[in-house]
C-alpha cells in the first residue's frame, strides 16, 4: 500500500507513512536486504533473536500483513536458509509473483507454493551471482521480468530461464580496471524513457568512490563508457 520500509542490518525493520514518521516494526529481525513480493515483505542476510546474525537465512512476513514475522502457515510467515550455495546472501529483487535471491556466485528462484512449505526455492544452473543487491536492475514487466545485474567477471541478464552473459563488448575494459574489493558498492540507474541502465562502480585508482560508469541500452543492445567525477 502506502507504507515505506527502511532497513539497515544495525536496526529492526523500521515502517512510515504519509501521516507518521518511521517507527520499529515489533517483532522484526534487522535485516540487510528487504523486497516485497505477493503482497509479502521479504527480507534476507538477517539478525534477529531466535537465530542470531544469519546471512544465509531469509524471512517473510505474514501475507498482506507488515508487522507480523512469527512463522505460521496460516498467516504465510515463514523462515529459512539458503546453503547449497556458498557464502551469504547478496540481493534479491522480485521476480513477476517470484523472487530472484543472488550470492556472489549464484542465484535461486522462489517461487509461493503454500501448505508447509510456503516458499519453495529452487538452485539457477550455473555460477552467476552479484556482490551488490544495488546492481541489480529490472528491466522487464510485471508480465515478462527480466534482470540485469553485475557479476563477478562479466553483465547478466536473466530471464527466468538461466543467466545469459552479456558484456562482450565492454567487459575486459571494465573489468580489468574494477577495483574487486569494492564490488559490493557497485550503484545502478535505470533510465526507462531511453531503455538505459548506468552502473557505477570503484576503479583501482579509488578507495572504494564510484569513479567509473558504464551504460547499456537494452533496446539497441549498444554499450557506453565513462569516467564519473
Not at 184 to 194: E, P
Given at each position: 500500500?502506502?507504507i515505506?520500509?527502511?532497513?539497515?542490518?544495525?536496526?529492526?525493520?523500521?515502517?512510515?507513512?504519509?501521516?507518521?514518521?518511521?517507527?520499529?516494526?515489533?517483532?522484526?529481525?534487522?535485516?540487510?536486504?528487504?523486497?516485497t513480493?505477493?503482497?509479502?515483505?521479504?527480507?534476507?542476510?538477517?539478525?534477529?533473536?531466535?537465530?542470531?546474525?544469519?546471512?544465509?537465512?531469509y524471512?517473510?512476513?505474514?501475507?498482506?500483513?507488515?508487522?507480523?514475522?512469527?512463522?505460521?502457515?496460516?498467516?504465510?510467515?515463514?523462515?529459512?536458509?539458503?546453503?547449497?550455495?556458498?557464502?551469504?546472501?547478496?540481493?534479491?529483487?522480485?521476480?513477476?509473483?517470484q523472487?530472484?535471491?543472488?550470492?556472489?556466485?549464484?542465484?535461486?528462484?522462489?517461487?509461493?507454493?503454500?501448505?508447509?512449505?510456503?516458499?519453495?526455492?529452487?538452485?539457477?544452473?550455473?555460477?552467476?551471482?552479484?556482490?551488490?543487491?544495488?546492481s541489480?536492475?529490472?528491466?522487464?514487466?510485471?508480465?515478462y521480468?527480466?534482470?540485469?545485474?553485475?557479476?563477478?567477471?562479466?553483465?547478466?541478464?536473466?530471464?527466468?530461464?538461466?543467466?545469459?552473459?552479456?558484456?562482450?563488448?565492454?567487459?575486459?575494459?571494465?573489468?580489468?580496471?574494477?577495483?574487486?574489493?569494492?564490488?559490493?558498492?557497485?550503484?545502478?540507474?535505470?533510465?526507462?524513457?531511453?531503455?538505459?541502465?548506468?552502473?557505477?562502480?570503484?576503479?583501482?585508482?579509488?578507495?572504494?568512490?564510484?569513479?567509473?560508469?558504464?551504460?547499456?541500452?537494452?533496446?539497441?543492445?549498444?554499450?557506453?563508457?565513462?569516467?564519473?567525477?
Amino acid at each position: 500500500n502506502n507504507i515505506v520500509l527502511a532497513t539497515n542490518l544495525a536496526d529492526t525493520i523500521q515502517a512510515a507513512t504519509a501521516a507518521a514518521s518511521f517507527a520499529d516494526i515489533s517483532g522484526a529481525p534487522k535485516a540487510t536486504i528487504i523486497e516485497t513480493v505477493l503482497n509479502q515483505v521479504f527480507v534476507a542476510n538477517t539478525n534477529d533473536a531466535g537465530f542470531g546474525v544469519s546471512p544465509n537465512r531469509y524471512w517473510f512476513s505474514a501475507i498482506g500483513d507488515h508487522t507480523s514475522w512469527t512463522p505460521n502457515i496460516n498467516t504465510g510467515a515463514v523462515s529459512g536458509t539458503l546453503t547449497s550455495i556458498a557464502g551469504k546472501i547478496t540481493g534479491a529483487k522480485r521476480f513477476g509473483s517470484q523472487i530472484v535471491v543472488y550470492k556472489e556466485r549464484g542465484m535461486y528462484v522462489g517461487s509461493y507454493v503454500g501448505g508447509d512449505v510456503i516458499w519453495d526455492f529452487q538452485e539457477v544452473a550455473g555460477d552467476a551471482g552479484t556482490a551488490s543487491n544495488e546492481s541489480i536492475v529490472n528491466i522487464g514487466t510485471a508480465d515478462y521480468p527480466v534482470h540485469l545485474f553485475i557479476g563477478q567477471a562479466d553483465f547478466y541478464m536473466f530471464d527466468g530461464a538461466k543467466p545469459i552473459q552479456i558484456g562482450s563488448p565492454i567487459r575486459r575494459t571494465v573489468f580489468g580496471e574494477m577495483n574487486q574489493k569494492y564490488q559490493y558498492k557497485i550503484r545502478s540507474l535505470h533510465d526507462k524513457v531511453n531503455s538505459r541502465v548506468y552502473w557505477f562502480y570503484p576503479s583501482r585508482s579509488s578507495n572504494g568512490e564510484l569513479d567509473k560508469c558504464v551504460v547499456y541500452n537494452y533496446k539497441t543492445q549498444q554499450w557506453g563508457y565513462r569516467d564519473w567525477k
